[in-house]
């Protein structure tokens, strides 16, 4: 076994924050609330005696993360110090694939920390998206994430306000676009 075999590296994000980007072979634990990250190893099957090496965007959750592991009995814990940001800052372009998520209005930095491009923040969820639609109320274009496009209550619209006024006064549904095909 060579050294490389011998570390399992966990990503302690959330599912929304791992679906940007990841280091390469790290674990995603597919939590939706970091509260979950205990459950997720204690049912993991991780060898208690491996060396773990575990990452977060800046450094805070992992701090918590090795005292979670900790009380399940794992002696060799230790966290990329910074997180992904400092290693992006030193490393752009090797390990880490993808974008980061942060929590600002940047939504995502890429490989060389810079505002993403790819992604914007879905205005009914708050989580990163990429989905571009024509909002079903008012014709307005939008981004929003993928699992709220789905969904009836939320579908094509641009904002809270849309969702609610597309629900409740459907036969006013792009009112705005069939004003203009009169106009």
Known sequence: ENEKDE????????????????????VDPKIDHFSEFPEFVAQSGIPKDKKVLMYCTGGIRCEKAILDMGRLGYKNVYQLDGGILRYLEQYPH???????FVFDNRVAVDQNLLATRNWKLCPHCGQPGQ???SCDFCSEPAVVCAECLKTKARGKTCSHDCAYKAVHHPSRVKV????MALG
């Open 94 to 100: 090797q390990k880490f694939a993808g974008e980061c």
């Open 7 to 26: 570390v399992v590296i966990i990503d302690t994000r959330n599912r929304y924050e791992t679906a940007l980007g990841m280091f390469e072979g790290a």
């Open 176 to 179: 705005h676009e069939k004003e």
């Open 131 to 133: 989905e571009e639609i």
